[in-house]
Structures are given as C-alpha cells and as structure tokens.
Antibody, heavy 120, light 108 residues
Framework: EVQLVESGAGLVQPGGSLRLSCAAS????????MSWVRQAPGKGLDWVSS????????YYADSAKGRFTISRDNSKNTLFLQMNSLRAEDTAVYYC?????????????WGQGTLVTVSS | EIVLTQSPGTLSLSPGERTTLSCRAS???????LAWYQQKPGQVPRLLIY???SRATGIPDRFSGSGSGTDFTLTISRLEPEDFAVYYC?????????FGQGTKVEIK
C-alpha cells in the first residue's frame, strides 16, 4: 500500500524558512516522479512543484520560483520542499503526491498534508 | 501558464440526477493531459479521471470524462449521496501544472 507522510510544518514568521519532508513507502520511490500541491484554508488546489524520478529535472509554479526548492533522497525514500522567504499567502496545507506512472504524470496518491502557517 | 476555468461554481442537485461539469482551458492542453479530482471536506483529493477520459483504479463507471483541446467535461450519470463534494480539473500537459477553481456539487 502506498503511504506518504508529510512532516516539518508549523508556524513561521514572514520572511522565514521551513523544510517539509515526505516519507514514502509501499512502492519503489526511485521510479516515480513526485510533486507538492498546496491548499490554502477554504480555497482550491494549487500545484507548487514537481521532480522527476531521478531528481534531475524540477519544475515550479511561478509563485514558488526562486523561493522554493524541491529535492529528493532516493536512498531514504524521502521528498523535500525547502521554502524560503515565506509570505502570508504561502499559508496552506501542503500535500506531497506520487505521480501515477511515467506515461501519466498526474498526482495519483496523496499524503494527508501538513499545515504551514506564515504569520507574525 | 494555462488557466483552467470551471463552471458552474456550484451545482445544487438531488441524488439520482445526472450532471455535467465543465472545464475550459485558456489554451490547448497538451496530449489531453487533463485530470479530474474529487475532494470531500477534511479529505485529500481523489483522482477520478486522467488523460481526459480514463477512469482511475476503483472509480465507479458512473463517472466519465470527455473532451479535448480546450474543452473538457466530467459527467456523473446518477448522483449517489457520496458524490456530493468539490470537483477540480487539473492540466498536467504543460509546466506549470494548473488546477481549476473547483465546482461544488451540493445536495438540493
């Protein structure tokens, strides 16, 4: 069974940094691209970033470019999101998601999410 | 980036009814890489449809997707009580991936 467990969230001041982690199990982590999707309280889904299976290719939403860095450690089955220069509008539940497969790069399995709150 | 516009914003329907949700893209979605998700309050999104018309594993056949290019639809042939939720479309054919703003299907 695919399991994705996010951690690292919490309350941070504007301009601060936070590193999210997503521990994966139940599948061959190194074979799948992964992504981060967020959802502000009471709002819709917002794609943030994705990374290829090997980690060689990364992609970002305009809102994340230059501030967020996605990475992965395939030896530890873990996905990361380093978030710098955080803003109030980054407040959201952050989900990590596993893509379906190489032919269908669509988020299929989702973690339960972790809440990031940016406030002074 | 591709902007996805979903309509209507809210649908008030009764169990047993048929409904169609719309998702319109600001430009053509590459290889029709368009997905639909269902999200209930307090739950994570659930993938229903990918590739515009392929049902994900375990999704009942009352859910169907169609469309191509810039216009896509999700049809629920007969609403069950558990289908009342928010539905999002998502294009993953171009980076950055984008989501529509959602359509809420509520009980009338």
């Amino acid at each position: 069974e695919v399991q994705l467990v996010e951690s690292g969230a919490g309350l941070v001041q504007p301009g601060g940094s936070l590193r999210l982690s997503c521990a994966a199990s139940g599948f061959t982590f190194s074979s799948y691209a992964m992504s981060w999707v967020r959802q502000a309280p009471g709002k819709g889904l917002d794609w943030v970033s994705s990374i290829s299976a090997s980690g060689a290719n990364t992609y970002y939403a305009d809102s994340a470019k230059g501030r967020f860095t996605i990475s992965r450690d395939n030896s530890k089955n873990t996905l990361f999101l380093q978030m710098n220069s955080l803003r109030a509008e980054d407040t959201a539940v952050y989900y990590c998601a596993k893509y379906m497969d190489a032919y269908n790069p669509v988020p299929h399995n989702w973690g339960q999410g972790t809440l990031v709150t940016v406030s002074s | 980036e591709i902007v996805l516009t979903q309509s209507p914003g809210t649908l008030s329907l009764s169990p047993g009814e048929r409904t169609t949700l719309s998702c319109r893209a600001s430009q053509s979605v590459s290889r029709n890489q368009l997905a639909w998700y269902q999200q209930k309050p307090g739950q994570v999104p659930r993938l229903l449809i990918y590739g515009a018309s392929s049902r994900a594993t375990g999704i009942p056949d009352r859910f169907s997707g169609s469309g191509s290019g810039t216009d896509f639809t999700l049809t629920i042939s007969r609403l069950e009580p558990e289908d009342f939720a928010v539905y999002y479309c998502h294009q993953y054919g171009s980076s950055p991936g984008t989501f529509g703003q959602g359509t809420k299907v509520e009980i009338k």
